[in-house]
Structure formats: C-alpha cells, structure tokens
C-alpha cells in the first residue's frame, strides 16, 4: 500500500509541474521541458531543452543559422504564450521580433507536405548511396522533424514568412538593448572588474524574473508561466569584449562569472535561456572549455558558407555540420546520448532540419 501511495504521489506532483503552458516532464527524469521551435533539436538534447537552464549555440560564421535558430525559440515561445526577455548588442530585439518566421498552426496538409518532401529527399539519397555505404551506418536512425510529429511538442514554421503582429503582441516582452543601457562613455564598472553591460543584463533579468513571478522560490498567486531569455551574440566586440583579440584574462572571466551568475538565477526559476557567442572568434580554448562547462546544453553550427566542405558531394545536401559539444546531466547519473554524432543541418524550402549524413566507405577509407 506505501509504494502505491508513493507513486500516486509521484504522478501528482509531476501533473502539477506540468500546469505551465508549452511544457511536458521528461519522461526520463521528470525534468520539466519545453520545446526549442526546432522539433529535431528537441529530439537530439533529450525531448527538449529543462526549465531552469542554459542552452548555448556556437555561431556560424555569418550567424545566418544560429540567429535562426534563436528566432525560433522566441516564434515559440510566442505561441506557447510564454512571456519573453530578449537581450542584444548589436540589433534591436524589436527587430528581432519583426524577423520571427510565422507559424504553421493549422495548415496540417502543408506541415506534412513538408515532412514528406524532407523524409523524400533523405530515402532518396540513401538509395543513391547504398552501393558505397559503410556496414556500420547502415541501420543509423535519421534524426528529423518526422521523429517528433507524432508527439506533437513545439511547433513548425514557415522560414519564409514573418509572424503575424498582432500574434507578436499577444505575450510580454521584455528588452535590453545594450546601447540604450549602458553609457558610451562609461569606460570603468562602478561594480568591480566585471564588465559593465553584465552587470546591468543580470540587474534586469533578476528584476524580470523577481517581479514577474517566475521565482520558483516564491509562492505564486497567478497562473504558473514560463520566461523565455535570448541572448544575442554574447562575448563580441559590441558588448565590450575582446576575448579573441586580446590575451588579456581579465575579459575571460568576465564572461565566465556572467554565466556562472545567469546559471543560478535560472536554477531558481521558471525560466529558459538560450545565449548565442561568436566561439570562433576566440582562438584560446582554454576559454572556450570554460564556457562550455559553465552552460548545460551546447551545439555547434558549421556552416558550408565559409568552408571548403561546400565542394564535398558528401554534403552536398545540407548547409552545414551541427556539432553536439555537451548535453546535460539531470536528475540522473547519465546523460542523453545522441544516436549518432554525425549530424548536418538544411534549409529546405520552408522547414530547417538537423539529420544523420551518410558517411561513404571512400571517406572512411
């Protein structure tokens, strides 16, 4: 009779963590998830990204797909009806908001229609290649938005539409645009060695998050939401940075005490972020495995834009290489981990998709 109790209670308490809109618990840890916009990537870091961390995106060079990326968790959290925090250096986050991609809510067909011109392509290539195709991937699971429609958790966008303003308005938002925060001319932090533009970003999400009860500490008298934070381009030049200019350590712990500070305001709270950093600015990777260390979830994005993979008929389906560099470990003593570490990403027509790239018996050789 105890452990029927106990788990009749186990059931509950998950049921009430899973009230806030736009979420599910795990069914692995009962960590509470929600969806990044991008079905496959909710699919590849374990159902989706956990309330209360930090996923971090290695940007492309021109920051075509890691900006994408970070419009898609703000697209979705918009439909979610979670509130928003957008934080940038460079553009406006009403600019950002004005670039989101619009929905596919009920055009059912064309989601599939563009499900299946994806599945399409990919048995097609297969097909191709299964003359030259190395023994050990030939049972590799094609990771793809398919994978997750049946769940039906997070949602599809059309790239090539904006989203509809009036949708745009319906949930609060919250902005920090760095040059209308922080003073030109202020060379020196009243608060120390850390930078400047830091400390008010921290100042503002922790006031956002105390006087907009996303404290999970606090007792709530509303309906339980979820805060969603998007930072941009952390670490560049614009936000006072010369972390791959410069050998001064100074500017590394700089960002690291930021994330270290961000880390435990989120841990506190119901609230996500995702943070994109220029990483291939910084050519001291002693840095850049603290940074990682310091963030739950971490990918990569290589696009084909700048490399010489471009001319590669092996990838001559995809835009670019998607790096898995950490994935966190929750509630557990292991973590997720991927079916498979050769991963590339494509735009095609209206849906971008992460998959498995099939490796030739020429190219192992």
């Known amino acids: 009779m105890a452990a029927r109790a106990g788990t009749s209670f186990q059931r509950r308490a998950r049921n009430q963590r899973a009230t806030a809109p736009g979420t599910r618990p795990s069914l ?27 996923l971090l995106v290695e940007e ?36 950002i908001l004005q670039e989101l991609p619009a929905p596919l809510l009920d055009d059912v067909i064309e989601i599939d229609e563009a499900i299946r011109e994806i599945e399409d392509n990919t048995t097609t290539t297969a097909s191709q290649n299964s003359m030259t195709i190395a023994w050990r991937y030939q049972n590799l699971p094609k990771i793809q938005t398919a994978l997750t429609s049946s769940s039906r958790f997070g949602h599809y966008y059309d790239v090539s539409k904006t989203m509809n303003t009036k949708l745009q308005h319906s949930v609060k938002c919250h902005s920090f645009f760095l040059p209308d925060e922080v003073p030109l001319d202020l060379a020196v932090s009243p608060f120390g060695n850390m930078n400047f533009g830091y400390v008010k970003l921290l100042r503002s999400i922790q ?5 907009e009860g996303f404290d999970g500490a606090c007792p709530q008298t509303k309906q339980r939401n979820i805060l969603r934070i998007g930072i ?3 670490g560049s030049l ?10 001064n350590i100074e500017h590394a712990y700089n960002l690291t005490k930021f994330l270290y500070a961000l880390r435990g305001l989120l841990r506190t709270s119901l609230s996500a972020c995702i943070i994109t950093i220029p990483a291939y600015l910084i050519q001291n990777k002693a840095i850049i495995g603290r940074v990682v260390k310091l963030s739950d979830t971490v990918i990569g994005l290589e696009s084909f834009n700048v490399s010489e993979r ?29 079916d498979t570490k050769d991963l590339a990403f494509k735009l095609k027509r209206k849906l971008f998709t992460i998959e498995t790239y099939i490796k030739t018996a020429m190219k192992l050789l």
């Open 238 to 247: 614009l936000w006072g940075e010369d972390i791959g200019l410069s050998e």
């Open 60 to 95: 492309d060079r021109y920051e075509s797909y890691s900006r994408m990326l970070l419009k898609y968790f703000v697209a979705e959290g918009i439909v979610c009806g979670h509130s928003l925090f957008i934080a940038s250096a460079r553009d406006h986050p009403e600019e």
């Open 232 to 234: 941009h381009s952390l």
């Open 310 to 338: 471009a001319s590669n008929p092996l990838y001559k389906d995809y835009h670019g290489l998607f790096h898995v560099r950490q994935i966190p470990r929750l509630n557990s003593l292991i973590c997720d981990v991927p």
């Open 207 to 211: 006031r956002v998050i105390r006087e």
């Open 28 to 54: 692995r840890n009962g960590q509470l998830l929600l969806s990044t916009g991008v079905p496959s990537l909710d699919y590849i870091i374990g159902g989706g990204l956990a309330v209360g961390t930090l």
